[in-house]
């Protein structure tokens, strides 16, 4: 095949309700190459899980097209269905069958066959660590355990493309950090994988390349190095022994940074862009010194996805609070002038 | 710009042999789902057995009906209510299933996109048929018998299951409609208590006020009733009212019936090919 295996043009989705109306997609463009990894990026909202529903003949878009290898999934979507296999953000298992049974099901409706869907059923439960678990209901499952057996089953055909729908939303930093590994050793099998992640760190670790959505359309895309040389340069990071200094720490940064300084929740670090980093680094440093502010740490780094989206669309990409300690830090902002939301 | 698929439309690739597959294995993962889930197989046995009881034993002595032994007449109305209540299990399912989020797994399968309902109220009849037997044991203990033949007392328990049938998918459209399992049940609660209390399920329109007595006499479950009833041969030289459901409560249960399936099963299939859990 030449050109992208999944080609999507134009796709808007508005829905209605009384109170308000969402656009959900507003003329989103997308283009994934067969065999990569591709990360879709975006806050709560932003459209992505509808991108995923339409490629997945979940929804009708409003207008625009959407091909997978050159099938419309609009007018077929029953051929879509033969070579797709999606695995969402809350794992859609069959709480009251088990393991096995869930997986058995899925594999006899995808007319693999009594014999055959066994088989698979059985691989799969080997392959996702879940043998022991494989006879009892799911209902006892860990989450972590649910979303592998929800990735089984979005795998029992070895599908041209697999779907992931935020899967790894929700669950404890371990759980992840596992199924990542799951995953990496599928896309090494060569299946193509659209991922939607909330998570620029899950983004940056899995995918070949990124397209950044905020409010139903692509906002940038590249490889995640791609991303991050837009913005160019360094940032300076510093800690400060005492929260109390951040103000006066601020004028400084912001006198020799490229941007408005941000400052972290908990008050005491402060990151501004720079271009030339060891000498804005110098220069900083001389500056805090002769302002009597007293430092507890004091670096440059590299930009992450984190900075890539924050100066993108003015905010963070927000995650929900509380759920997750290796979310990106939130880059609040009493200093910087209005950027938190 | 986008063509809509027509719902139901078969797809292509779908045969009539995989769609029957399909049919039987949603049948069977629901079946698998009722056997563990004990609430529902109390509700399918415990329920018909102590109506049996509480009605023929408690109001036996005090309800008078014209024609008849109170429990003779007393069997197809519980007969009736109980496969009717059985019948929104199917609206409370298809609510389950959509916001367990299987209903999107499924949607994504290339299976046939009927199978889902017809699993549904397949196993829907299979419960009913249980809790069938069941009730006809009981009634058995209490001293209930059928009069009429042996073919025409399995005609009256087919017609209660083909009633119950086709009421299922009128179900399954209010589940997807209201998407939660709670207010299928609280809903189908509010509406079925009242229909079959003003009907002839437990007594004899006759003795019913004024207009109650006229709902009851073209209340469908009353036809419902009338018609398991005469085939059970349990109307004695009971009077039948002069409405003409009530003159001729076979055929009215037959052509509602079929009305139902003819309305609801192109309305379901519209309504599951574009809903989505979430």
């Given amino acids: 095949m030449t050109g992208p295996l999944i080609e999507v043009d134009g796709l808007t989705k508005t829905y209605r309700s009384r109170s308000r109306t969402v656009h959900a997609l507003a003329g989103l463009d997308l283009s994934v190459p067969e065999g990569i990894v591709k990360g879709l990026l975006g806050p709560n909202g932003a459209g992505k899980t509808t991108v995923v529903k339409v490629l997945t003949t979940l929804i009708t878009p409003d207008a625009g097209t959407a091909r997978i290898g050159g099938v419309d999934v609009v007018a077929e979507p029953a051929r879509i269905r033969r070579m797709i296999g999606a695995s969402g953000q809350y794992a859609a298992v069959d709480e009251n069958l088990t393991g096995t049974e869930n997986l058995r099901m899925v594999g006899r409706l995808y007319h693999l066959g009594g014999a055959a869907a066994r088989r698979r059923a059985a691989e799969l439960l080997e392959l996702f660590d879940l043998e022991e678990a494989g006879d ?71 995918a070949d ?8 359309s692509v906002i940038a895309a590249g490889t995640p190095d791609e991303l991050k040389a837009q913005l160019g340069g360094h940032r300076v990071v510093v800690v400060l022994q005492d929260g ?57 780094r590299r930009p992450t996805l984190d900075d890539v989206f924050l100066s993108l669309t003015g905010h963070t990409t927000a995650p929900a609070a509380g759920t997750d300690d290796r979310a990106p830090h939130g880059a609040a902002t009493p200093t910087g002038g209005g950027r938190h939301r | 710009m986008s063509t809509r698929t027509l719902p139901g439309a078969t797809s292509p690739g779908v045969t009539v042999g995989s769609w029957a597959a399909d049919g039987w294995t949603i049948t069977q993962r629901n079946l698998i789902k009722l056997r563990r889930s004990p609430d529902m197989l109390v509700f ?20 008078r009906v014209e024609g008849t032994d109170y429990t003779q007449y007393l069997m197809a109305g519980i007969f009736g209510q109980t496969v009717l209540f059985g019948s929104t299990f199917s609206g409370a399912g298809m609510a389950q299933d959509l916001k367990e989020g299987i209903v999107d797994r499924f949607r994504t399968l290339p299976m046939s996109p009927s199978a889902v309902l017809i699993g549904r109220t397949n196993s829907d009849l299979v419960l009913n048929a249980v809790s069938m037997v069941i009730m006809i044991g009981t009634g058995f203990v209490v001293g209930w018998r059928f009069t009429a033949s042996f073919g025409s007392f399995l005609a009256g328990i087919a017609l209660l299951l083909l009633f119950s049938y086709a009421f299922s998918w009128v179900m399954a459209l209010v589940g997807m409609s209201v998407r939660s399992p709670e207010t299928v049940n609280n809903a189908s609660f509010v509406i079925l208590f009242p229909l079959t209390f003003i009907s002839n399920a437990f007594v004899q329109s006759q003795n019913l006020p004024g207009p109650l007595e006229t709902f009851a006499d ?12 005469q085939l059970f041969g349990n109307t004695g030289s009971a009077p039948v009212p002069d409405a003409w459901p009530m003159q001729h409560p076979v055929l009215t249960v037959l052509a509602g019936s079929l009305v139902l399936l003819v309305v609801f099963v192109p309305l379901c299939l519209r309504k599951f090919a574009t809903v989505s859990s979430r």
């Fill in chain 2, 44 to 63: 399918a046995v415990l329920q018909p057995v102590m109506f049996v009881l509480l009605f023929s034993q408690v109001y036996a002595g005090s309800i």
């Fill in chain 2, 218 to 229: 073209w209340n469908p479950v009353s036809a419902l009733v009338q018609g398991a009833r």
């Fill in chain 1, 209 to 216: 390349e990124i397209s950044v959505i905020d409010d139903g």
């Fill in chain 1, 244 to 300: 109390a200094d951040a103000a006066r720490a601020a004028e400084v940064l912001a006198r020799h940074g490229e941007s408005a300084p941000t400052l972290d929740e908990q008050g005491r670090e402060l990151q501004v862009a720079v271009q030339q980093g060891p000498s804005a680094l110098q220069r900083i440093l001389a500056g805090l010194d002769a302002r009597g502010v007293a430092l507890h740490d004091a670096g440059m």
């Fill in chain 1, 136 to 206: 009892r209901p799911v209902k006892g499952y860990s989450g972590g355990m649910r979303r592998r057996l929800d990735l089984a089953g979005a795998l029992v055909i070895r599908p041209r493309v697999l779907f992931l729908d935020e899967p790894t939303t929700g669950l404890d930093p371990r759980s992840r950090i596992g199924l990542w590994d799951v995953i990496r050793s599928l896309v090494q099998d060569g299946t193509t994988v659209l991922l939607t992640t909330q998570y620029l760190e899950e983004a940056d670790q899995l």
